[in-house]
């Protein structure tokens, strides 16, 4: 068994601090970049590099993930859409516009 690399730093009374250049490295973290660190049942704290989000919905990927494992599962709960369904959805949405790039309202966000 490999001994683990350890390094340490010093928290300044803000309780900031730098993360070793190697650890960085090791990373492939930068400035700006994002930590993810995971509290472990024994206290230790496994610190990796934090999932970009490009300014995604930090639940629709969980959501959508649980709804590509249900299919997988359930495959005979899929049943397409009805032509009936399809017609009432055409009648309550006809005349709407929507712009999916604009801005939400600030009551709406």
Do not use: C, W
Not at 33 to 38: A, F
Request: net charge negative; charged share 25%; no cysteine.
């Amino acid at each position: 068994m490999s001994t683990p690399l350890q390094f340490e730093s010093t928290l300044t009374d803000r309780y900031q601090t730098t993360i070793p250049e190697t650890v960085r490295r090791a990373l492939k973290i930068g400035k700006r970049d994002k930590l993810q660190y995971t509290l472990q049942a024994n206290g230790a704290v496994l610190l990796t590099r934090g999932q970009e989000t490009n300014g995604d919905d930090p639940v629709l990927g969980d959501f959508l993930q649980f709804l590509a494992n249900d299919m997988v599962a359930n495959p005979t709960h899929l049943q397409p859409v009805s032509e009936s369904l399809l017609d009432d959805i055409q009648t309550l949405t006809s005349g709407i516009q929507v712009d999916l790039d604009a801005p939400l309202a600030a009551e709406d966000e």
